[in-house]
Structures are given as structure tokens and as C-alpha cells.
């Protein structure tokens, strides 16, 4: 499940878009998200584009994920290499963020039905790392580990490839969630870790990639591409 009140983010290439699903419901208490967005550029680093939410009280119970959608920053309004998302609690404390570079964009893909793996890593309390991701993809038909495992340490990159039947043309909005174990896989040789869902017809053998996210190594605990 999401961790509470951190914001994991999708970046959209085709539509210059960025969406991020976070889990509102804490130990605090449950809160919605304010309409009211406080943009502007990070003065403490150079290209990044910060945007703040600040979370309001609610009285429903969100268990699960919120998903807000919002345009990447204008490259006529400034050279921007990053956007950073921060999560504010009424009194103005940041309880969540994520900073994700926007430049790479074969580093997340999808093809416009909505299939996008939002993907981070976690430092477990074990020894042992994790990464998690969420998408658009029924939980009967999501193979619960990758069908198939790329290594390409040119790349500094592993591809976790999960194979899925043909998908309706608008997937629901219930998500699946998958974890793989990395503590085989030394950083220093594959940081980057790509989650690439494909879409196999068995009546033509034909495969189609759907989306992909990627998240690295070096960032636990982030959903971040460097």
C-alpha cells in the first residue's frame, strides 16, 4: 500500500503531464486535497519546479489513493530539469515529497489507455530492498512477480517485464500492486530499475508495450528516475 500522505508520481510525456496518487489517510487523521496549488521555482536549486499541496480535514476515510493530475511546467517559462511535489498538513508542516526528473522520457511510457506503472523503492527493515508499483491493470490478469528479468548493466538498468493478456480498451480504476525483492542486484551495476507492462496476444504472438515507470536504486523510498 502507499505510504501515508508521500506523493508517487507518473510522468506523461505525450499529454506534458505529471500524476501522482497518494494515500490521505493517517495516524493524523484523514484529510482531502486542497484545490489551491502554491507553484513556483525552488530557490535553492536550479530547474526545479515545486508544487505544494496542503492536505484539508475530512471526515471520510480515504483508505486507499487519491489521483490528481496537473501540466509540467512550461519550458517558455523556465529551463526546468525536475518538478517537486510536497504535501502540506494545515499548520504548514511538509509530511510528504518527491523530487522526479523530467528530461528522460523514455523513462516513463504509455499508450494513451492509461496503463502507467507509478513505481518506488523501499530500504525494508530487513535486510532487503523492495520496489513497489501500482497501475491500471486487473489484479486477475497481473502476474504477481515479472515474467521476464532484462539485465542490461550497460544501461546501469533491470527490466521487469509483466506480461498481460489483451486489456479492455479503458481499464478500470482499481489498482494492482506489486512488489519484487532487488537485494540480488547491486546497485552500483543496476540502479535504474524499469517496470514495463506488455500487453501479448497468443492468437497473432504479438506484443505491445503499455507503460513503463522507473525508479532507481540509489533514491530509496522515492519514485524518482534520476
Not at 479503458?170 to 537485494?183: I, M, T
Request: proline share 8%; glycine share 4%; hydrophobic share 30%.
Amino acid at each position: 500500500m502507499l505510504q501515508s500522505l508521500k506523493p508517487h508520481i507518473f510522468i506523461d510525456h505525450a499529454t506534458a503531464t505529471f500524476t501522482f496518487l497518494i494515500n490521505t489517510n493517517s495516524s493524523n487523521g484523514n484529510y482531502t486535497i486542497n484545490s489551491t496549488i502554491n507553484e513556483f521555482d525552488d530557490p535553492y536549486q536550479n530547474g526545479v519546479r515545486v508544487y505544494e499541496f496542503t492536505l484539508v480535514s475530512s471526515s471520510a476515510p480515504f483508505i486507499d489513493e487519491i489521483k490528481q493530475t496537473y501540466p509540467l511546467p512550461s519550458s517558455s517559462s523556465g529551463n526546468y530539469n525536475k518538478i517537486s511535489v510536497r504535501i502540506l498538513i494545515p499548520n504548514g508542516s511538509v509530511v510528504g515529497s518527491v523530487t522526479v526528473n523530467i528530461k528522460n522520457e523514455e523513462h516513463f511510457t504509455h499508450d494513451g489507455t492509461n496503463v502507467m506503472p507509478y513505481c518506488w523503492i523501499k530500504s525494508l527493515p530487513v535486510p532487503a530492498t523492495k520496489v513497489f508499483f501500482k497501475t491500471f491493470v486487473p489484479n486477475t490478469v497481473l502476474p504477481s512477480q515479472p515474467t521476464e528479468i532484462v539485465l542490461l548493466p550497460a544501461k546501469n538498468k533491470i527490466v521487469l517485464n509483466y506480461i498481460v493478456p489483451p486489456l479492455a480498451a479503458n481499464p478500470n480504476d482499481l489498482f494492482s500492486e506489486r512488489s519484487y525483492n532487488l537485494s540480488d542486484y547491486d546497485p552500483a551495476t543496476y540502479n535504474l530499475i524499469e517496470v514495463r507492462i506488455t500487453e501479448e496476444d497468443s492468437s497473432n504472438n504479438t506484443r505491445k508495450k503499455k507503460g513503463s515507470g522507473t525508479t532507481s536504486q540509489s533514491d530509496a523510498d522515492s519514485s524518482d528516475d534520476n
